[in-house]
């Protein structure tokens, strides 16, 4: 499977240099994205790698922490425009040795690896929503809960936040946090093929949802994902 990593946290000196690298490259990009009500600055990485060698190439060994100080910096930036919403980075245009076909590596290899992946869309399926933070009530005193979901099972609090008892809980689904996904079965195209049969699975999240279809040929970044 194939997906986009969490967040963690990032120095005050990497979100400062990430700071200076969208000031330098994207802040142009950056103030059309809050025009146009976009919630995505995408980010070349060759252009990360022209400003800093060493921060590109942290991308791929610490993808999570340069992604928090990249979305964070972008807090810090001075628009024409007033930002009313969070804007996030999405990093695209990955080199060469790090763009496959589907078969051309390991997913047990490389799970957790930022990687492209090239082919032809030969399934997807509808859109689905995902609960990513359930907000949980308690029945006793009320005091809203809110839990992380990681696993394909929804899970509830351990005890309420409030009262520190076991609840009972109720999910509040207005206040909980969702996300829209879609899974595309890539395939290596034909003339490319070195054997049949090889497809790869990837999950679409949020913005890149319902923008493909069948027979479509793509690139697509993200973070390798086993199930």
């Keep these: 499977q194939w ?36 919630s995505t600055v995408v980010v070349d990485w060759f252009d990360l790698f022209q400003f800093d060698a060493d921060l590109a190439e942290d991308y791929f060994e ?30 695209a245009d990955l080199p060469e040795p790090r763009t496959y076909y589907p078969g051309e590596f390991s997913p047990t290899n490389r799970a957790g690896d930022i990687l492209a992946v090239r082919g032809e869309v030969s399934k997807i399926t509808d859109t689905y929503s995902v609960l990513r933070t ?14 992380p979901q990681t696993k394909d099972e929804v899970q509830e ?33 034909a003339d490319h093929q070195t054997k049949a049969g090889t497809v790869l699975d990837v999950r679409l999240r949020d913005r890149l949802t319902d923008r493909l ?3 479509d040929e793509v690139v697509i970044n993200g973070s390798v994902e086993l199930e």
Aim: proline share 4%; with cysteine; glycine share 6%.
């Design 3 to 38: 997906g986009c990593g969490s967040m963690s946290q990032a120095s005050a000196e990497l979100v400062d240099l990430c700071a200076e690298f969208i000031e330098r490259y994207y802040q142009d990009a950056l103030a059309e994205t809050v025009r146009a009500d976009d």
């Design 62 to 91: 610490e993808p999570d922490t340069v992604r928090a100080a990249l979305n964070d910096a972008v807090e810090q930036i001075s628009l024409p425009v007033t930002m009313d919403d969070a804007v996030t980075v999405a990093i």
């Design 134 to 147: 359930a907000a949980y009530v308690c029945s006793r005193c009320g005091h809203l809960n809110r839990v």
């Design 157 to 189: 609090p351990h005890e309420c936040g409030g009262c520190q008892r076991d609840g009972p809980f109720s999910i509040d689904h207005a206040q909980s946090d969702h996300q829209d996904v879609q899974v595309a079965r890539l395939q290596t195209p």
């Design 213 to 215: 279809t069948g027979g």
